[in-house]
C-alpha cells in the first residue's frame, strides 16, 4: 500500500531534498491530501514542528477532520501527543522522543516510531542530530510498545533514484509483527508492488508531486488478476458504499 505525504513548512505542503533543501512548494495542502486521501491514509509531517523552526498547527488540525492521517513531526511529549489522537490522528509518528517510558504512556495500536536513518545510524531532531542506534537495534527496544515502524532512508529523501530495497528483508524481519513503512527514494510502480508482496507499505512524496509515479499506477501496483486477460474485476459503488455494477 502506498502512503501519500504531505510535508508542511511555512503553512505550504513542501518536497525537500535530503531533508534539508527545498525542492518543490507545492501550495495549499487541502487540495493535495483531498487528491491523496482517495486511496487511503495520508501522512501529514509538521517539518517545522520536527525542526524547531514553528508550527503548523491549525493545518495540521484541519486535515485530521477531513482525512485519515499518520501526523508526525515534532511530538515530544505525552500531552502533545494526545492532543493529536484526539484530534482524530488514525496514528501518531514518534521520533525523537521515542523511548518506552514515553511510549507505554499511549496506546499502543495507533503509535508509529519514525526511525531516520543516515550511514546507516539513526538520525534525531529533524535528521540533524546522528545517533549510536542501528535501526534493528532501536525495533528490538521499541517493537513492544508500537503498531508500527517508519523507516526513511534520509540519503536517499528526495532524490527519486530507488529506494534501499536490499536492506528491506533485515527490516521486515527486525520489524516482528509490527507494521512496516519504508520511505526515501521510492519511485516507481515496480517498487510499491515489490515492497507490497514482502509485506511493507511505502510513503512516497517527491514522485507524486513532481508526477514520476501516479496515484493510479501506485495503488494498481499490488494488484495481481487471476483472469487469462489481466483485467481486474471492480465494483462500482455509490457514496454509501451500495454497489451499483460489477
Known amino acids: 500500500?502506498?502512503?501519500?505525504?504531505?510535508?508542511?513548512?511555512?503553512?505550504?505542503?513542501?518536497?525537500?531534498?535530503?531533508?534539508?533543501?527545498?525542492?518543490?512548494?507545492?501550495?495549499?495542502?487541502?487540495?493535495?491530501?483531498?487528491?491523496?486521501g482517495m486511496v487511503g491514509p495520508i501522512a501529514v509531517i509538521d517539518l517545522d514542528a520536527a525542526m524547531g523552526t514553528g508550527e503548523n498547527r491549525a493545518i495540521v488540525r484541519q486535515l485530521c477532520q477531513t482525512h485519515r492521517c499518520r501526523v508526525g513531526g515534532g511530538i515530544r511529549d505525552?500531552?502533545?501527543?494526545?492532543?493529536?489522537l484526539d484530534a482524530g490522528a488514525e496514528h501518531i509518528i514518534i521520533g525523537t522522543a521515542a523511548e518506552p517510558?514515553?511510549?507505554?504512556?499511549?496506546?499502543?495500536?495507533?503509535?508509529i516510531v519514525a526511525l531516520d536513518v543516515r550511514h546507516e545510524r539513526v538520525v534525531v531532531d529533524g535528521w540533524r542530530r546522528s545517533t549510536n542506534h542501528t535501526v534493528e537495534a532501536q525495533m528490538e527496544r521499541l517493537r513492544p510498545y508500537v503498531d508500527g515502524f517508519l523507516v526513511t532512508f534520509v540519503e536517499q529523501?528526495?532524490?527519486?533514484?530507488?529506494?534501499?530495497?536490499?536492506r528491506v528483508d533485515a527490516l521486515v524481519a527486525a520489524s516482528g509483527d509490527c507494521?512496516?513503512?519504508?520511505?526515501?527514494?521510492?519511485?516507481?510502480?515496480?517498487?510499491?508492488?515489490?515492497?507490497?508482496?514482502?509485506?511493507?507499505?511505502?510513503?512516497?512524496?517527491?514522485?507524486?508531486y513532481?508526477?514520476?509515479?501516479?496515484?493510479?499506477?501506485?495503488?494498481?501496483?499490488?494488484?495481481?488478476?487471476?483472469?487469462?486477460?489481466?483485467?481486474w474485476p471492480t465494483i462500482v459503488v455509490d457514496e454509501f458504499d451500495r454497489a451499483l455494477g460489477l
Open 179 to 208: 507494521h512496516l513503512t519504508i520511505a526515501g527514494g521510492v519511485t516507481t510502480a515496480d517498487e510499491v508492488g515489490a515492497l507490497d508482496r514482502k509485506g511493507v507499505d511505502c510513503q512516497v512524496g517527491m514522485a507524486l
Open 1 to 36: 500500500m502506498i502512503v501519500p505525504s504531505i510535508d508542511l513548512q511555512g503553512g505550504q505542503a513542501v518536497q525537500l531534498v535530503n531533508g534539508e533543501t527545498l525542492a518543490i512548494e507545492a501550495g495549499d495542502p487541502a487540495p493535495i491530501a483531498q487528491r491523496f
Open 101 to 111: 517510558d514515553f511510549l507505554q504512556q499511549l496506546p499502543k495500536d495507533r503509535l
Open 78 to 84: 505525552v500531552a502533545t501527543a494526545v492532543e493529536w
Open 157 to 166: 529523501e528526495g532524490m527519486m533514484n530507488g529506494t534501499r530495497m536490499d
Open 210 to 231: 513532481s508526477g514520476r509515479l501516479t496515484l493510479a499506477e501506485a495503488v494498481g501496483a499490488p494488484m495481481i488478476s487471476d483472469r487469462p486477460d489481466g483485467l
